[in-house]
């Protein structure tokens, strides 16, 4: 999941360890009426990854580093992002329709709400709702 | 429904009425924790596994995490005794507040104190001060009617005659 949304094993690895340290601390916090200890964890690691992606200084490492592919580039057929794309959650969320698809990695994997994903993909709200919408209902037949 | 909440799409309102519909209707929790468990399923079989320097670096990490969270030991009492009582960090920071608490309430309770003692010095210097004017008029009255009676003693002629107080031989002052 982490990987998925950085694309970098480097970072990825350092907010995998701040997910366990945050967790190891609010613990307390944890109520397992409310759901497993794995979506918890899911759901901690997205938000924090999420955040790293967000945040000014990733942004800029990021750029320097695409700055430095596109120089050595074209050697190699497949970027970083795209292998991201057939690992983890990812591969899986990736099978949904095309669509379904793009909604589910803009909204899951990127963060963004949806009314950026309506401004993005000049869409009315209504229509990224019940795009995503369908996209999870897709999402739940596929994991039956 | 289910998914949207599980995968954390859902904002804290939605958070709360979903949890309460599970609350009300087990079969909606049960279908809840089926689709998570089939989650962490097909999310295990594609995990990327993270290196496994990260895997002890973690645990290192947690390690120390713990040990922070460990009881801290009083080191020594006042007699350089190592002391076997031990306090945690919760103990530390209720004891913190108290004493924090106790000194306002002690500051507090000293202004009080000390303004209630100056209205008494204040009340009291007004007592003393209205005492002694009244025994000065009084000790100032006493003896001027003593002498007022004594002096204007009756005499022969119209003319008043005093006598010097305390003068047995008696100088006389005519007054005309």
């Not at chain 1, 490492?61 to 057929?77: A, G, M, P, V, W």
């Amino acid at each position: 999941m982490i990987l998925n949304i950085l694309g970098d094993e480097t970072s990825a690895g350092e907010v995998l360890q701040e997910v366990f340290i945050n967790s190891w601390r609010s613990i307390d916090v944890f109520d397992e009426h409310k759901c497993t200890l794995f979506t918890w964890l899911l759901n901690s690691s997205r938000h924090l990854a999420l955040e790293t992606l967000k945040s000014k200084s990733y942004a800029e490492n990021r750029k320097s580093d695409e700055l430095r592919e596109s120089i050595q580039l074209h050697s190699n057929s497949k970027s970083a992002a795209v292998k991201m794309d057939e690992v983890g959650l990812k591969k899986v969320f990736f099978r949904l329709k095309g669509e379904h698809r793009v909604f589910i990695d803009l909204f899951y994997f990127q963060g963004y709400t949806l009314d950026e994903i309506s401004v993005i993909e000049e869409m009315p709200l209504s229509t990224v709702k019940s795009g995503i919408r369908m996209a999870l209902i897709q999402l739940r037949e596929y994991l039956k | 429904m289910i998914e949207y909440n599980v995968l954390g799409f859902a904002n804290e309102t939605e958070q709360a009425e979903f949890e309460r519909i599970c609350e009300q209707h087990p079969e909606c929790r049960a279908a809840k924790e089926s689709f998570e468990r089939a989650l962490e399923k097909i999310a295990v079989q594609h995990a990327v596994h993270p290196p496994t320097y990260l895997k002890s670096k973690i645990f290192s990490q947690l390690e120390i995490e713990s040990e922070k969270s460990k009881p801290h030991p009083i080191l020594t009492d006042p007699l350089g005794h190592i002391s076997k009582t031990t306090i945690s960090d919760e103990t530390l920071k209720y004891l913190l507040a108290a004493s924090i608490f106790l000194l306002a309430a002690s500051i507090i309770f000293n202004v009080y104190l000390l303004t209630a003692n100056r209205n008494l010095n204040r009340q009291y210097n007004r007592v003393l001060h209205n005492t002694e004017n009244e025994t000065l008029e009084e000790s100032s009255e006493r003896p001027l009617k003593r002498r007022q009676s004594s002096l204007f003693s009756s005499g022969e002629s119209n003319d008043k005659v005093f006598q010097a107080p305390g003068s047995e031989t008696g100088y006389n002052l005519i007054i005309i």
